[in-house]
């Protein structure tokens, strides 16, 4: 294996570790979103025969047995200090109706809509108290992470920037090579890639680069393009070469990475 080789296998590995702690992460916030779940069901569940109730992690969503819509939402308004979240109150929102004739139904509504406040005002301080404290629980348990993540982070971006680094320093050595870099057209295809040299010059059908000069930066490069050209007296494919000078080196190897199938 090569040295690029090595290193993008132990990137693999540090890439697979960074996930493994993402995961782990994300299932301690899905418990702690299914514990908040439970409370508002030991609140609000079973309550209210004569409606639906749908319960979240967050939210107590009422409607009536026919409809898809919630005419009345409980929500646990919460506030984000840094990386903890801090709940503070809950939120009744009842959408207006007007009925074209009071029933019996009216009346279930109102005394649901009552039954709904009630809990509210009697359990808010309880289920605001239960939903912090889980909170803080889960924080502790997700901050153990923090630190391993900022390690795996810094460990990635520096193998990412060594590969760069190899990656250029092979691919200016190829560059310079006394044959250059040569393309191909793919089986059954005589079709080669065009090379934008400059923003108002591109040279079609280039079936090779070799470097020629590079600047004491190493950001730009002196070029030998040959291009393929029809002749169509003989129908052969015959080639000429034009020299570029100063053609930016992120230009080469953004053209040669995206033609990377027609390198031989």
Known sequence: MTRVEILKVRLDQLIAEENLLELRTNKLY??????????????FGGEFEKF?????????????????????????????????????KLELSVSSFRPEKVEEWVVDRFEMLTKLSQLIVDFEDDIVAQFNKLD?????????????????????RNQEEDIDKLEKESLMEKLFDEDGISLTPEKD?????????????????????RGLKKSASGKSVDLEVKKRFRDWESNDWKFDSVKVDKVRFDKVESFLKRNQKYIG
């Open 52 to 88: 639906n109730v749908r319960i979240s992690d967050d939210s107590v969503g009422i409607s009536v047995s026919d409809s898809n819509y919630d005419f009345a939402n409980v929500y646990c308004y919460s506030n984000w200090r840094g990386e903890n979240e801090r709940f503070e």
């Open 30 to 43: 899905n418990r702690q979103k299914q514990e908040q779940k439970r409370i508002l069901e030991k609140y």
């Open 136 to 156: 803080e629980k889960y924080s502790r348990l997700r901050e153990t992470f923090w630190q391993p993540k900022r390690d795996l982070r810094k460990s990635i």
């Open 189 to 209: 295809d005589n079709w080669l890639p065009q090379f934008e040299v400059k923003w108002n010059w591109e040279i079609q059908n280039v079936s090779s680069i």
